[in-house]
Every structure is written in C-alpha cells, then in structure tokens.
C-alpha cells in the first residue's frame, strides 16, 4: 500500500512539473500564431496599431512584453518586426528560477501607392 502511495505522488508530482514547464511553449506557440496573423493581415496600419495589437494579445496570454520589447525597422523595401521576451518558471520548494527566452520574428515586403511590390 505504502508503494501504491509513493508511485502516485511521484506521478502525480511529474504530471504537475510537466504542466509547469510546458505553459511557457504552449503560450509561446499561441502568441507566434498571433503575431504572424497582426503582423501579415495588418496591410496599411501605422506602426503604433501593430505594437497595440501585438500588446494585446500578450496581455491576453499574461506574456511580459512592453512596448519598447516590440521593434519594427524598414530597410530595403521590406518591414522587419521583432519581439524577444523571457517567461520564469518558479517550482515550489526549489530556490532556481527556470528562464525560457522566446523570440519572434517576421519580414513583411512593403508595397508602393499602385499596390505593385517592389
């Protein structure tokens, strides 16, 4: 019996660490989803609509991103946009935080006033 008892919380204690460390990728893979969808659908917004979109939808999935984590540069006819951020895992009882750096990035072709690429 005793056993029995010990191979259940040791079970039940890898699924909870499991859990624990997959929440960041989980979060991770639905934020880069949602990045591709602003940034690719947004055709003719300002910049500032896309940070506030992307702002949102971070703040939905509880990420920690600021403003100024969200960086946006033109160069050769074509945007850039980029986010890096860090997400911690605290384990109960353990003194080592667990960091998990994520980043996202995405090159969108600018067009010209005729709607042509260049």
């Excluded at 969808?37 to 920690?64: G, T, W």
């Amino acid at each position: 019996m005793f056993r029995l008892l010990i191979k259940l919380i040791l079970f039940f204690l890898v699924i909870y660490v499991g859990i624990l460390f997959a929440t960041p990728w989980v979060k991770y893979y639905i934020f880069k989803n949602a990045f591709e969808n602003v940034v690719y659908s947004e055709k003719r917004f300002p910049d500032y609509s896309v940070k506030k979109n992307l702002l949102e939808e971070a703040k939905d999935l509880k990420i920690p991103i600021e403003m100024k984590d969200i960086k946006i540069i033109e160069e050769n006819f074509k945007k850039i946009y980029s986010i890096e951020y860090q997400d911690v895992v605290k384990l109960p009882y353990v003194k080592r935080d667990f960091v998990f750096n994520f980043s996202l990035k995405a090159v969108k072709e600018l067009e010209g006033e005729s709607g042509q690429q260049y």
